[in-house]
């Protein structure tokens, strides 16, 4: 039986869904025997593939897949000035899923519409399940969650999941609800069920008062309203109007929101008069911030090498603290000035190339999902380096490879199931 599902592309279509799945899992519920695991499975089922060999010329014009691949090469290719060897070794073995991922589903035998369909929607389902038990757990003892807010900290996940990331799928999930609810052939009760799930858990969002994420949700929803301006203005009004009866309606019956502003606004303010910023975590970023654009002026071009960021904003800080201990000082928080910093103008280059190319791409740009996800994380990568930790670096990466080196396979081959 094995044989004859290997020679049909079950056996490598299976393996990649199982892949998938258990990437999605992994992320949500941060198992990370997974998320390790789901790449590796993904590129032996590309290697399962009866026909890899006919898809390789396919793989090598995927644009989006060489995007990865020009990412992954700032790491390696900065070798020759480098200082901090063991972060170089580490990060060029920790970033090889930029290769496998895209290489995963480049190669191996697609999925079928049904398959993505229902990953989208485990995903969708499952996040708002997460977000609505997590304001479970932020209503049992309000008290100590506004607390939390008001010391610029979060209401931690019910799966523990970092609350920066999972603000982003928060925001991902209500976004892709929309489109999945509109599939052809889907029946009444499952697009309510997706409806419902989409608003479940943008009002988790809001109710949780995750910054991160309510930052990408708005930013991402007014690129979407910009695009959609020339073409149907009406809909980009109406966008317009239901963000800010969102907003206005969260600010003003929601205290986690009131609180959140409010403890936003207390903490710049504290940067501006240079006062004792020790505890305040968004005035520690602005001073990463500075930090950080000291050294990218002293190197512009190359940058100080990928792996030497952290060496270089440390000892950076040590010249000028701000007044904060070594205990306070921070990474930059913020993944486009992270490039610049580590690999000058040209990793900023590459990295606006990986996030805007799809969106020069006609067929790219017209599918929701890519659109979506590509708005979504570059508007999160403001305010954090969500690369530098596994679990950001790997919900990237999957959904990267899911979503647009994907859809570019499909834009390339018609007759591909994927």
């Given at each position: 039986?094995?044989?004859?599902?290997?020679?049909?592309?079950?056996?490598?279509?299976?393996?990649?869904?199982v892949a998938c799945l258990g990437g999605m899992v992994g992320l949500l519920f941060t198992a990370r025997a997974f998320v390790a695991l789901a790449?590796?499975?993904?590129?032996?089922?590309?290697g399962l593939n009866p026909n890899v060999r006919r898809e390789i010329p396919h793989w090598l014009r995927n644009r989006s897949a060489l995007r990865l691949a020009a990412l992954y090469l700032l790491m390696p290719f900065s070798w020759w000035y480098t200082q901090d060897w063991p972060i170089w070794r580490h990060e060029v073995y920790r970033q090889l899923p930029l290769i496998g991922v895209p290489l995963a589903f480049s190669l191996a035998v697609p999925l079928t519409r049904c398959q993505r369909m229902g990953l989208g929607g485990f995903f969708v389902g499952t996040t708002a399940l997460l977000g609505a038990a997590t304001v479970g757990r932020y209503l049992l003892d309000q008290q100590a969650a506004q607390d939390l807010i008001r010391v610029g900290q979060n209401v931690p996940s019910v799966s523990g999941i970092f609350h920066i990331h999972f603000g982003i799928l928060l925001a991902l999930a209500a976004f892709f609800a929309v489109p999945l609810s509109r599939e052809p052939n889907l029946g009444k009760a499952p697009r309510w069920l997706l409806l419902t799930a989409?608003?479940?858990a943008v009002s988790s969002l809001h109710v949780l008062a995750y910054r991160t994420g309510l930052m990408a949700f708005y930013l991402a929803l007014g690129a979407v309203v910009l695009l959609l301006l020339k073409r149907k203005p009406l809909l980009a009004l109406g966008l317009v109007a239901?963000?800010?009866?969102?907003?206005?309606?969260?600010?003003?019956n929601l205290e986690s929101v009131q609180e959140r502003v409010s403890s936003t606004l207390y903490d710049?303010?504290?940067f501006q008069r240079g006062h004792d910023i020790n505890q305040f975590s968004l005035s520690r970023r602005l001073a990463a911030w500075q930090n950080a654009l000291t050294l990218a002026k002293r190197h512009p071009w190359l940058g100080v090498a990928p792996a030497d960021v952290r060496q270089a904003l440390m000892e950076q800080f040590s010249w000028r603290s701000y007044g904060l201990k070594p205990e306070n000082w921070v990474m930059v928080h913020n993944q486009y000035l992270h490039y610049l910093v580590g690999s000058g103008v040209l990793g900023l280059a590459v990295w606006l190339w990986v996030l805007i190319g799809p969106l020069v791409q006609p067929s790219l740009r017209r599918n929701p999902y890519v659109r979506y996800f590509l708005l979504t994380f570059g508007a999160a990568a403001l305010a954090d380096s969500l690369?530098?930790?596994?679990?950001?670096?790997?919900?990237?990466?999957?959904?990267?490879?899911?979503?647009?080196?994907?859809?570019e396979r499909r834009a390339q081959n018609h007759n591909a199931t994927l």
């Open positions: 039986m094995l044989a004859r599902w290997y020679r049909n592309g079950y056996l490598s279509q299976y393996l990649l869904l790449p590796v499975a993904a590129v032996i089922a590309a989409g608003v479940i239901l963000g800010v009866l969102l907003a206005a309606g969260a600010y003003y710049l303010e504290q690369l530098e930790l596994q679990i950001g670096f790997n919900l990237f990466a999957f959904l990267y490879g899911f979503l647009v080196v994907a859809a």
